[in-house]
T-cell receptor, first 114, second 109 residues
């Protein structure tokens, strides 16, 4: 069982280009999340999905979009990348219950926008 | 507003004990999580507290005081592999996690 996979591992992107970060989980978790992690800051939630077919905005959604067509996949798209989107991006999933709903993280994508 | 505070960096000696503190302010409260993150890797789950008191898991223990908005992670018999960042996160009334910036723990021989 792989858990959560993310692709690509790293990417250097020219400003203005479109980019999709891929995330797939095989744990049949209902909920999925996208975070960005920047030096000196905590993980910040970009978008989330509580179940297939639904999505919601997190703390820093501007410039990003997501879709959740099925349980397993939760891609994150940057429509027109800007240098401030340089960050490490983590996808996570959880069973989707309440309370002690532990989130499990993918290995991350390191994105540099020039 | 919602806020999680924890020290930026701590140093400890191999074999010793270290306590990493975390204070939290969340809109509603559904528990406090601790994660470990080694450099260049993903965060991994360590512990969850929702009731006051101490939860022990081997060399790691986590404590919660809801009335004080305070938690700590206690690491005993430190090993070099414990060198990592430790992330504190509070779960708010919407079951979303609010994350601290992490405490980088440096273990010296």
């Amino acid at each position: 069982i792989a858990g959560i996979t993310q692709a690509p591992t790293s990417q250097i992107l020219a400003a203005g280009r479109r980019m999709t970060l891929r995330c797939t989980q095989d744990m049949r978790h209902n909920a999925m999340y996208w975070y960005r992690q920047d030096l000196g800051l905590g993980l910040r939630l970009i978008h989330y999905s509580n179940t297939a077919g639904t999505t919601g905005k997190g703390e820093v959604p501007d410039g990003y979009s997501v879709s959740r067509a099925n349980t397993d996949d939760f891609p994150l798209t940057l429509a027109s990348a800007v240098p401030s989107q340089t960050s490490v991006y983590f996808c996570a999933s959880s069973a989707g219950g309440q309370g002690s709903d532990t989130q499990y993280f993918g290995p991350g994508t390191r994105l540099t926008v020039l | 507003g919602q806020n999680i505070d924890q020290p930026t960096e701590m140093t400890a000696t191999e074999g010793a004990i270290v306590q990493i503190n975390c204070t939290y302010q969340t809109s509603g409260f559904n528990g406090l999580f601790w994660y470990q993150q080694h450099a260049g890797e993903a965060p991994t789950f360590l512990s969850y507290n929702v009731l006051d008191g101490l939860e022990e898991k081997g060399r790691f223990s986590s404590f919660l005081s809801r009335s004080k908005g305070y938690s700590y992670l206690l690491l005993k018999e430190l090993q070099m592999k414990d060198s990592a960042s430790y992330l504190c996160a509070g779960m708010d009334s919407n079951y979303q996690l609010i994350w601290g910036a992490g405490t980088k723990l440096i273990i010296k021989p």
